[in-house]
Structures are given as C-alpha cells and as structure tokens.
C-alpha cells in the first residue's frame, strides 16, 4: 500500500516536529508548513495529500479561513483542526465550514493516531463515492445513449408503419391518393412557423398523417360512392373520426395524436362533428390540420371538379376566419409565403392544380365525403 500523506500546518516550530514525528512513527508521510499562505500554496503545487491538519489561531490567514481555500479549491480533501483554544463557537464554525473533526491540545499519541485514522478513512470514502458516482455517470450516459438510439430506431419502425397505414387508406380511395401526406407537410409548415418544439410537431405530424384512418371501416359502397351521400350514407361517414380515434388511441405513442384524429372535423364556431367542440376547446393540433386540410381539398383535382389555384384558396380561408378556422392561425397561414405551398406539393410529387375555385364556407355536412 502507498504511505498516506499528510500536510501539518502549524506556526509553533515545537507542534509541528512533534506532529510529524509522531505520524512518521505511526508509518506516515508528513510535510510540515508554518502558516496558511505557504499551506495553499503547497497544495496549488501538489495536491496529492490524504489528509490537512491544521491550527486555528495562526498569524495573517487563519486556520479557517485556510478550510475555506481548501474546501473550495480541493473539495473532498479532508480537513481536522487542531487548537489549544475550547471554545465552542469554534469548533462550531469549523465543523460548519467543512472540517471532518477537531482536536484540542495537547493531545497525545494515540488521540492523534486515532483521528488521524478516521480521517483518512474518510477521505477514502470520499474519493471511492466520487469515482462511483463518476463511474454510475458514465454508465447511465452509456446506457442513456444506447436507449435514445434503440428509441430513435423504435420511432423510425412506428413511422413506417403509419405511412404504410396511410398509404393503405390511399389504395383504397383513389381519388384523395396522396392527400394525407400532402396536409401533414402542409401542417408541418404551418405548426413550425408557430413555433412549436419538436415532441408537438411529431405529435402533430402523425396525428395529420392518420386523420382519416378511420375510413379504413367505412364501406365501400360509401366511401367510393361515385354521387353524393344521402343522410343515412353521411351519419356512417361522420363516424370514422370516432373509429379512427378508438384505433389509434389504444397504442401509446399514438395517444395525444388520436385527439387531433377525433377532432379534425371540428369546426371553430362549433358547427363541426363529431362533438361541436368550440374556439379553443378543439386541439391546437386539430385546429392547425383543418387549415392545411381545407388548403388541399381545395387545390387537388377531383371527379367532379377542379382545384383551384393557392391564391383563391388562401381567399376562402381568410373568408372563413372565426367560422371553420381559428383566426389566430389564419393570421400565420398568411404569413408564410404563397409559393411554400406549392412547393411543398411538389415535394410530394402531385401537379400544380388548376384555376377553378370551390366554395369552402359552408356547412361540413354539404361538403363531398372525399374533401374532408
């Protein structure tokens, strides 16, 4: 085992030697210093000791104000005081300001011994906690790490499998093909431009992606009827913002995105379906979507009509500021650049739509099952 060391800071030439023999006897290293000045600057020199025994009352710089450059500068080194003064205020002081113990002269051999012991032992312990909780760093940093990858390659398999739900609900409606990654860039772009963080844009993001998943169990003869829907045809309809919530709901990830699931056709002055949430009652997400959701419905090509240009859409939204859209998030809308839009939709490889218009104030019910 090394030998222990151990700085003695005493200004009494008599203490000192005595201190020193008596450590060297017991098998330790000893280094003697005559006051606090020349003490710090020892340790500023070499900082490798075990253990500081230091007087109280010394000329110039004190024994404690010397506790203070070495409970600051060295910290976990430990400190015993030593002093021919009983007072209790200081020892009180002492112990306050980071000593480990305190010994009153004179004192004897085996009194030094013995505290001598326990303070090494202590700064023993100190050092093994500082290189465990160095050592538990590390590894939670390890640990952290390959957790947030592992995590980061668990998020990457859940968004390929919602594209390919997405992309199952394209298949089977031909004429919206491409809609739902086409409103989700368009909600992408609107939320970032409110400047939401990144965990609300995911959030955001898929819940724009699976709006319509609910389609998925709606019939055929309904979802692909080439005319308009009779009442009985659109009360089945209205029913998969409810059934796409319930599916998406039950998986975790997924949870807070379902809300903007149920309520994508939620209208702000509370005319929508399925509940006529109001104002702010519908979620943020749900009430950015409708935006970008009415902005491709009316730009994309259909059947029965032709879309119409960016510009006489962004005309029909501001139109419907306080009735189907949140105002606040108009006044966004109209802030980002017009040719975002249709660069976006080129990203996402469909045409520049045409220059006919469509009316997009009326009701939610007389709207066509495939716009919304």
């Keep these: 085992m090394p030998q222990e060391r151990i700085l003695v800071v005493d200004d009494e030439e008599s203490v000192r030697s005595v201190v020193a023999a008596l450590l060297e006897h017991s098998g330790y290293g000893a280094t003697v210093t005559q006051s606090a000045e020349e003490a710090i600057a020892r340790l500023q020199q070499d900082p490798d000791y075990d253990l500081v025994l230091s007087d109280v009352m010394m000329p110039g710089t004190d024994g404690l104000t010397l506790l203070d450059h070495i409970c600051t500068d060295h910290p976990g080194m430990p400190v015993v005081m ?183 056709q939620e209208r702000f002055d509370g005319s929508g379906y399925p509940r006529g949430l109001r104002g702010e009652e519908i979620p943020l997400g749900a009430r950015i979507f409708a935006i970008a959701d009415s902005l491709d419905a009316m730009t994309s090509d259909r059947p029965y009509r032709k879309g119409t240009t960016f510009a006489a859409a962004t005309r029909e939204i501001v139109q419907c500021a306080g009735k189907q859209f949140d105002p606040q998030i108009v006044e966004v809308f109209l802030a980002i650049p017009k040719e975002t839009w249709s660069e976006l939709r080129a990203e996402t490889g469909r045409s520049t739509p045409s220059t006919r218009s469509v009316s997009l104030c009326r009701p939610t019910v007389a709207r066509r099952k495939q716009d919304g």
């Design 82 to 264: 030593f002093s021919a003064v009983n007072d209790f205020h200081v020892v009180t002081h002492a112990f306050r300001r980071g000593a480990i113990d305190y010994l009153l002269k004179p004192f004897d051999h085996a009194e030094l011994e013995s505290i001598v012991m326990r303070g090494i032992e202590h700064g023993r312990l100190r050092k093994q906690n500082t290189i465990y909780r160095h050592n538990l760093e590390l590894i939670v940093s390890s640990r952290t790490g390959r957790l947030r990858s592992t995590m980061q390659d668990l998020e990457r398999s859940y968004d390929i499998t919602l594209e390919a739900m997405g992309d199952a609900l394209d298949l089977r409606d031909e004429e919206t093909e491409g809609h739902s990654r086409r409103v989700t860039a368009y909600t992408i772009a609107l939320a970032q431009s409110m400047g939401l963080e990144a965990d609300e844009l995911r959030t955001i993001a898929r819940g724009a992606f699976l709006h319509d998943i609910g389609k998925i169990a709606t019939p055929d003869s309904i979802l692909l009827k080439p005319g308009r829907l009779n009442d009985e045809e659109m009360t089945i309809m209205k029913r998969h913002c409810e059934r796409g919530y319930e599916m998406v709901r039950k998986i975790p990830f997924l949870r807070d995105a379902a809300e903007i699931v149920y309520s994508h």
